[in-house]
């Protein structure tokens, strides 16, 4: 790898893949040849409206989404979702069920509570530490929605197969595993993702509705919090986040064109994930912090012997040109995130070198 660069485990922003920072630089002066850069052009321009129908339009294929999602780029990352789909989405005397499965979770929870919202926490991994998925839940029929957080970016956990609410449209906050595998997009109301883990820059968020959910958009909203004034403007009522769509586009354009689709994504994911998980169950020196059933193949959680261990091991892998490894400051311990930028090329050097560091300090 030319330029210095390493290995980098970010847990986002994160890395982005290689061919598109080089395409970004490329053409960062003259964008097309129309000699000025990307970040120069007007959002009312042929070029950028090229640029957003792009990053729709393959959003739409990747997904399988067809024509019944709006598919809309918002500031404010998903922390503005967290109080927007309360806002937009609540019904009416109507509960709003949510499940609690970490940081992210418990923060939608809590933006749903401080709009006096009646809010269900139908289940809750909070008593053993986050480490787990709920099996068991009962969905209220009459639900406006069931929230929930599809991968725990922070405890390293992640929904294997999505929960089932009968009618109630599912509600998901995929920040940290959009486009990292296919699912079936039916049964969601709305799907949304800060875009700075998987698809692109930070600064938008991405939210994909389903049609029928703006109905339920109350008239008396301000303007830039109603989902309805980004669907009728096709994100464009005001200066969208330019550059970071544009980087979503070319994100996107990689995982098609260059990956071949979300069900490759996901085989080279799971392989990647298998490389480090295969370890540390091998090991005594690591260990992993989510159950087994339960493991993310996005963000691998694990613990050395000491903290004293985990900063060196932190430390010593910088020296060898890996980045990012620190656990989320709230948790501490080590955490690689792995998402779809990060190569099976990477997660090698980062298996060889643990391997070496426990032969060293085991
Ligand atoms: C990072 C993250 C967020 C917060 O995203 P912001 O764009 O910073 O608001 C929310 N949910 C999940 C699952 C995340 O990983």
């Known amino acids: 790898m030319g330029e210095n660069r390493i290995y980098n485990f970010n847990a986002g922003p994160a890395a982005l893949p290689l061919p598109v920072l080089e395409e970004i630089r490329e053409e960062f002066l003259n964008y097309k040849g129309c000699g000025m850069s990307v970040t120069e052009i007007s959002h009312r321009s042929k070029w950028f409206d090229e640029i957003i129908n792009d990053a729709v339009e393959r959003t739409k294929r990747l997904l399988n989404l067809g024509d019944d999602f709006h598919v809309l780029f918002i500031q404010g990352g998903a922390s503005l979702q967290f109080c927007m789909i309360p806002m937009n ?32 926490v139908i289940a809750s991994s909070e008593d053993k530490n986050f480490s787990y998925i709920p099996k068991e839940y009962q969905v209220d029929p009459d639900a406006s929605y069931l929230h929930f957080t599809s991968n725990n970016t922070i405890k390293g956990t992640q929904w294997a197969r999505f929960p089932e609410a009968g009618n109630v449209p599912l509600v998901c906050d995929m920040s940290s595993d959009i486009m990292s595998r296919p699912f079936d997009p039916k049964p969601f109301g709305l799907i ?162 643990m391997v070496e560091f426990e032969r060293k300090n085991g």
């Open 89 to 120: 989405l609540a019904l009416n005397g109507k509960p709003v069920d949510y499940i609690n499965t970490g940081t992210w979770s418990t923060k939608a929870i809590k933006e749903a509570q401080i709009q006096d919202k009646d809010v269900r």
């Open 192 to 353: 949304y993702a800060g875009a700075q883990k998987n698809i692109g820059p930070a600064g938008a968020a991405m939210v994909i509705l389903r049609k029928d959910m703006l109905e339920r958009v109350p008239g008396n909203l301000p303007t830039m919090l109603k989902y309805s004034t980004f669907a009728e403007k096709n994100s464009l009522f005001n200066t969208p986040p330019c550059f970071v769509i544009y980087v979503i586009s070319l994100v996107l354009k990689w995982l098609e064109e260059t990956i071949g689709g979300l069900a490759k994504m996901e085989q080279i994911n799971k392989e990647k994930a298998a490389l480090l998980y295969d370890l540390i169950d091998q090991s005594e020196f690591y260990r992993g912090t989510a159950e087994k059933d339960s493991r993310s193949l996005m963000n691998v959680t694990f613990r050395l012997p000491s903290e004293d261990l985990e900063a060196r091991f932190v430390a010593d892998a910088l020296d060898n040109g890996l980045g990012g490894l620190k656990g989320h400051r709230s948790v501490g311990g080590c955490r690689a995130s792995i998402y779809n930028a990060c190569t099976l090329e990477a997660v090698k050097a980062l298996r060889d070198f």
